[in-house]
DNA sequence: GATGAATGAGAGTTCATTCAT
DNA sequence: GATGAATGAACTCTCATTCAT
């Protein structure tokens, strides 16, 4: 992948923003086809860099996923760990609100991406924020990442519903930080 | 629907008793040529009560949002305010942590599946639930009939998670339920 | 099988004319929409007949291969011990002259088509016409099962030969069979 | 061809020879990509050096021939006119054993490289030992060319068979010997 | 009304061949 | 000349839907 002719790395990039694109718009059932219409190349560059359609997919949650972690990693490293964890927790929503696939993949997609595959990545840099909000006494001691992770992923599958608005968001999440919250 | 012939009648339900069982299984993916199989019908039954296979959907959800909504009314009536919108809350996410298809279809299935037209059959009835809880001080003031709906369509998608059991069902709900009260 | 409507039935037999025809002009590689072409029905329509293309390849050899073996069983029954065995030797050969699938699959096919797969459904009417010609003195002692198949197979193989003639079959089998003789 | 560059010419010989290892492996159905691989090379030098697939064939089955043409002349030249004969019809069975594609070309390939267009350029040698072993009294004065090269393909493509051993050859080749032989 | 065979558009995937780098 | 990315037609197979029986 570091050794790809120019071209090549521009389709290949292209290919993979027109797959956010139409997998946010459509979902994971969206065809291949389209992909390579809207990045404007012929269906068979797509299959050169995504053998499978799943591993396109799994190509765009891996790089979301790497985005999140590592927006995680900052977070915990400079952030205050009193809202450190519920600000992350609310940018994931926001990142899912904007992709039909992440809250798809998180439950449906392919079977090594369901939430043991895919969700797991956020573990650790979630383990970390959660263990500084405890600490610093902004999260109740009984709760354990388990459920964190579960509300995450439930409010990342809600921001698809229909009538969500950023105010809505804002009093949903409220909810669910006042329960962490001691 | 009211003029059947008797065995006509008999298939419709058993189509539905079939659908839902396959749906449940397989998610709403699955094949209307399983589903006849397992109602024990030829296919052109299937589609001669439900046109369409979308409508077979619709047709399961407001069958199964109808017995939800009975149950919402019969708590509403006899249960006690401070705690009747939480069981039912919890009874919703039991009903779809059975069912595949009730949380895909919340976000996911034909545009009119959607939170608007499915999840707003529920609005009355939890309306009336969380009026009463409200009433009773057992949920704060500012909490709206908008988010409830949000986060019950959230934890209902959760409950499909790999990890899922009733002791992470119980933690995450009583996170939600506790964010809720005064 | 036994049971199929009428027009399936018809269906499911002009399709596997139409295989036989299609595999013995263009061989097995030929497209399965050519063969629905042909037989006058929509791609489907094969699919649902034969869920598989190597099902419909598999279907063809082996009702050929039904067909010899009845043959063979008939020589065997009430032919001239002495000369039946050559007999049958030389109507398969025409058989596959007129078939490249028959040769063909006989080495090349899917993976259970092989010799071990196909031909081998030759071995017991094929090991008696042998046995019978040994015992009237028409075939040597020391001519074994084995080799008369691989024979059987190459004289098949070569009746599909650009130059074939029904003179060239006689002269070439002659050999075979005049090396069998004492 | 003559005026090559070396290290084209290399190259040439270097598809070749992949070539031939691939296609005696997996048959002439093998990806051109992974003789292009297997020689260490890029798809457009396969393409280069062999306009088209059936021209890479082509080039492989020619090279062969011309090896067994030369063994024949050999053998014509300095061989025991009695043994020659079936020494070579040896040799290339032996060769075909090795090889799917020979035996598949000699009649499957595409249309110009069927027994016309291959076994053709053995007639000659393959006559002069025919003849010489006739004249040596070592096969039967009324076996014709045409035969002979008829058994020879046949010989050659039931060397595929899955049962196929040295010991089956010996026994198989020496029934058809044994009907030349006066 | 029920049956289930037929339909055919569409999906994912492969691969010989072309052509910009 | 070599490279290897791009092309796109072709192929197998699926499944919602229609319609003759």
Redesign the interface.
């Known amino acids: 992948m570091a050794q790809l002719r120019a071209d090549a790395r521009r389709n290949r990039e292209r290919i993979l923003a027109a797959a956010e694109e139409v997998f946010a718009e459509r ?1 994971a ?1 969206a065809s291949t086809e389209e992909v390579a219409a809207r990045a404007g190349v012929a269906i068979g560059t797509v299959f050169r860099h995504f053998p499978a359609k799943d591993d396109l997919i799994a190509a765009i949650l891996k790089a979301l996923l790497a985005r999140l972690v590592s927006e995680a990693g900052e977070l915990a490293a400079s952030g205050d760990p009193e809202t450190a964890l519920f600000a992350f927790f609310t940018r994931v929503v926001e990142a899912a609100a904007a992709r039909r696939t992440v ?2 993949l ?3 997609g392919g079977a090594d991406l ?3 595959g895919a969700l797991r990545a956020l573990d650790e840099p979630l383990g970390t924020l959660l263990r500084r909000a405890q600490e610093a006494g902004a999260v109740r001691e009984d ?2 990442l ?2 964190v992770t ?2 995450l ?3 990342s ?2 921001a ?5 608005t950023p105010e ?1 968001q804002d ?2 999440l ?7 919250r001691p």
Do not use: N
Not at 174 to 180: A, K, P, T
């Open positions: 979902g059932s809250a798809e998180l439950t449906g369901r939430l043991g709760v354990r388990e459920e579960a509300l992923a439930a409010a599958q809600a698809l519903l229909a009538g969500w809505l009093r949903t409220e909810i669910i930080f006042r329960g962490c």
